[in-house]
């Protein structure tokens, strides 16, 4: 009878409070200005994506765990890699790292057509469910080595990687448009820095941005597991 008031024991007002609140404490007050991005941050339910054990702390300014040994950034996170994209409503983004599909539901939120790809198996199933349950259906959703990019539904516009990799990967640059733009966590196994790459013709010009720790990128592309 509380079905639609209560998620996993939590009140929806209250989460809905929480995540007004993480907008505001974590996020403006850091330097996140796109209100574009903060208006999806504001909207999505993060509650939604994790385990219902995690539900009370799905705002709190640290990662969560997901299953599969792997982790969700902290908000904070998600949203200056997501800033750092500059993503416009027109374009065609690759996120390289589904995990829940919490980041690729604020991509959809913000672009014309979102692809991820995810190697854990049982991660693919998860996010694809939640997506599809929460009117992200257009959202396409593959299992496999993202290291390598989706060649066959290049180029895109904006491509972001959600998972430490020791280089940025050649195949990844290649499939980005002309304009386009690529953010990587890129450094060792332990410690990354953003790093957010523009093509233009035959130009690439890299900046780094914020210090960060990712699960490492793994795959031909990336680690060795
Ligand atoms: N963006 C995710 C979200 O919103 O929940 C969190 C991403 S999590 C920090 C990194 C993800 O990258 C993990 O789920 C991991 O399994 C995945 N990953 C690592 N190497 C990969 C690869 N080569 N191809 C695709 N996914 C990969």
Known sequence: MFGNYFTHGKAAESLAGDRARMVDTQLRSRGIRDERLLAA???VPREEFISSEDVADAY???PLPIGAGQTISQPYIVAAMVEALEVNPEDRVLEVGTGTGYEAAILAELAADVWTIERHAELVDKAREILQRLGYADVHVLHGDGSLGLGEHAPFNKILVAA???RVPETLVSQL???G???VPVGSRSEQQ???MRKLG???SITKHDRCRFVPLVGAQGWEL
């Open 194 to 196: 953003v790093e957010v």
């Open 177 to 179: 448009a002309d304009g």
């Open 41 to 43: 941050m504001a909207k």
């Open 60 to 62: 709190g300014d640290f």
């Open 181 to 183: 733009r690529l953010v």
């Open 164 to 166: 430490a990799a020791p």
């Open 202 to 204: 035959d130009q690439i």
